[in-house]
């Protein structure tokens, strides 16, 4: 058989393999790929000065074949067995057939060795296929990572900042199979304004996404903005957690506040399933050790861990901390909408700094939260607001009272009525 000569081909694959991180078999089959590109631009090349043009698909039937031990490659073509020939790049004669395989039959398929001269394969080919290598190694890298981070998603990980684009910081992450490192995309909504993103800094980033494709931005999307990064924090911090003795049940993370003026604040509700253990104390470690590095990390974030509780009301409570509640009220458990009673004193301590407190609660419990001084509920127990049904039956008396309305007037305002939703509020 013939073959095409790449003196040096064994320590191509070698350095290609070591410098790309690749396996051998992968830049074998880029190498294929690209071989296989490049003798394809020959055939077109050589058929256009004919005046002769492929399809798209004309090469589909041909395979390119490496051959290590000899250094050089073939070119294949599988044919059909046919009586007579009108395409000879994918049909063959029988009658040539029969005169190295007497067994063959009229449809058969037959590989045929279709390899050029040496002196044939041309710069032009030659450089098609070093472009396609290029791209068939970048395409394999891809590949490579999506295979070794998919699994890595939801976790931490550890990156470096190398440069800016836009308003995105492109990091690097160390592979597990070596050089060269992994870019990863930290996008400005996942940044973090406390974080000071200068060149060679590194952070822990939580692991969004692997982005799928061949497109050029970087595949590994990050993030320090995501509550999963606080969890994988403590769950680091907290032997407890891998123990399966302490469990965060729910958690509610504000990384950039609205208002400038405001700091980056979670707040994590815990649970424990040994009653020896208090989960709140195991979170924050002794002189709070375990909390202080999660903080520390986080550039200073302030963190409430609270007890999770079955029952709402004391859950609520708890969540509302540092405030002290005096009584939490379950206005309508199918809503979720509770009422919390507290001193006078408390009361920005509950709220917090433009609301941050009770949006945090509200978002941990999933519960609406309507926030009142002890002096305005006792004056709303004296003048207790209308029920919605009330509120129905008292403006039905008043329309009729004002204007009954007769079947005339009903059917001629019957094309001008149109449907509202009114949502009637709690005082």
């Known amino acids: 058989m013939s073959i095409v000569r790449l003196p040096g081909l064994n320590h191509l694959i070698e350095e290609i393999s070591e410098s790309h991180s690749l396996s051998t078999n992968a830049v074998q089959e880029a190498l294929r790929e690209a071989l296989f590109k490049g003798y394809e631009r020959f055939r077109r090349a050589k058929e256009t000065n004919l005046n002769h043009f492929f399809s798209e698909d004309y ?36 009658v040539e057939v029969m005169e190295v395989n007497q067994e063959v039959r009229l449809g058969d398929e037959m590989v045929v ?40 998603e939801g976790t931490v990980l550890t990156a470096k900042v190398q440069r800016f684009e836009r ?18 995309e930290l996008p400005r909504s996942e940044q973090v304004s406390s974080d000071n993103y200068r060149a060679n800094a590194s952070f822990k980033v939580y692991l969004k996404k692997v982005r799928e494709g061949f497109q050029k931005a970087p595949q590994l999307l990050v993030s320090r903005a995501d509550a999963g990064l ?10 407890e ?28 509700a815990v649970d424990s399933n040994d009653a020896d253990v208090d989960p709140v104390g195991a979170c924050i ?38 405030a002290r509640i005096d009584q939490v009220e379950l206005l309508e458990s199918d809503e979720r909408h509770a009422r919390v009673i507290l001193a006078q004193n408390q009361l920005s301590l509950a709220i917090g700094r433009d609301g941050q407190n009770v949006r945090l609660a509200a978002r941990l419990t ?12 006792a004056e709303l127990r004296k003048n207790p ?29 019957a094309p001008l009525t149109v449907e509202t939703d009114v949502n009637y509020e709690e005082e």
């Open 167 to 184: 308003q995105s910081v492109i990091m690097t992450i160390q592979s597990a199979y070596g050089r060269p490192e992994v870019e990863a």
């Open 385 to 413: 607001p209308l029920s919605s049904q009330n509120r129905e039956v008292i403006t039905q008396k008043v329309m009729e009272e004002v204007a009954p309305v007769t079947p005339e007037i009903e059917e001629e305002l």
């Open 241 to 268: 957690f891998e123990e399966g003795i302490v469990s965060i049940v729910a958690i509610s993370r504000e990384a950039n506040p609205m208002n400038r003026n405001l700091t980056a604040r979670t707040k994590i």
């Open 113 to 152: 060795d279709v390899t050029p001269e040496q002196k044939d394969f041309g710069r032009m080919a030659a450089i098609q296929t070093k472009q396609v290598l290029q791209q068939k190694l970048r395409d394999q890298q891809r590949i490579m990572i999506q295979s070794e981070f998919k699994e890595l």
């Open 59 to 94: 090469f589909d039937n041909f395979r390119v074949e490496l051959d290590t031990d000899e250094e050089g490659f073939r070119v294949l073509a599988f044919k059909i067995v046919v009586e007579t020939v009108e395409n000879s790049d994918h049909e063959i004669s029988l």
């Open 285 to 322: 470690g002794a002189r709070g050790s375990r909390i202080q590095a999660v903080v520390n990390e986080l550039k200073g974030e302030k963190i409430d861990v609270i007890r999770w509780s079955e029952d709402p009301a004391e859950y609520i409570a708890n969540a509302l901390s540092p």
């Open 230 to 239: 606080v969890v994988y924090l403590f769950a680091n911090e907290v032997p």
């Open 366 to 377: 999933g519960w609406r939260i309507d926030i009142v001084s002890k002096e305005e509920y």
